[in-house]
């Protein structure tokens, strides 16, 4: 259902419509066949990210802040056309249920954030952004707790420093999503060795810590080996304009996850750029170019075939990773289109 959602027929670049282009009773400025709600929205962005889905997933995050920014600041309109980047007539200019579908995704879906007082317990399960190199989330209750997180990562791992006020017991279980391939080498508390599990999804791994957070500040560093993200850039397009935007639709790694495929769908003719973290471990890439910037950082970029602008057709991109110590080989084959 996921890869369904995250198709052109349901997916804008502004958000989600609420039925298929391809049903015979679309309508994209028919408030209930075929226009873009962005609670809709808000809704398939924390769904994708309960079941791991994080590239969909932020991009209708991203649709929803974005509309909050375009116009009268913090004013989310309550429906779009499913057609054209405008919203319909009828629709109210600020809703408070548009408007609740950024923070609601933000804060269950990205951060996974659920807060327990009966039991004071905090579950703080994020899944970040590849460009995301650090974020704060302040003012956390737990009961009578109050805490401030701070996450700063790089290639070699991440460090969460907490730091918590006020009264009574505070239990955090931090589980924040990581690559398939990302091995990890250690796990300390304040310099203490701590234990860890992890759980295993298709799509990602989550390592699963359980600890107790003391007054003042707490400091946790994990050092990882062989991480690795991507991301697609997501905008709102000209106010009247169609979609233009890449989507992923679906991925599925390798049985040692030495490899990646992506299958996406573009505009035909258009060209792409996937934003990579950790790319030095890539070997080659079939379905796209792989182009290594002198900052470190790597990305992929793809033109989908065609010369249809307003045509969107499936692509596969395919992603080689090396083994340990291996060297790399620069690989470019046209981009494999199944329309």
Known sequence: MIDHLADTDHQTDWGMR???SQNPVYDPGGYHFGSVWPLFTGWAAV???????AVPAYSNLRSNALLALDGALGHVTEVLSGDYYQ????????QIWSAAMVVGPVLRGLLGLETDA????????PHVPAEWKSFEVRNVHVAGATLDLKYQRTK???TLEMRRTGSGDCLMEFSPALSPRAEVLSAEIDGRPVS???????EDQHIVLRFPVYSGPTTLHVRLRNDFGYNISSNLPPLGERSQGLRVLSESWGPKYESLTVNVSGVSGKQYDLSLWNSGQIASVEGGKFIQEESG???????LPGTDLYSYVHATISIHFTAEGGARKQVVK??????
């Open 18 to 20: 609420i039925i298929s």
């Open 118 to 125: 009966t039991s004071h317990q905090l579950r703080f399960a």
């Open 196 to 202: 860890l599990r992890v759980e295993r999804n298709s």
């Open 47 to 53: 769904g994708e990210y309960r079941y791991h889905r």
């Open 297 to 303: 950082q790597g990305r992929i970029r793809v033109e």
């Open 87 to 94: 919203p319909l007539s009828t629709s109210s200019p600020h």
């Open 156 to 158: 070699e791992g991440f």
């Open 334 to 339: 046209p981009a494999k289109s199944s329309d």
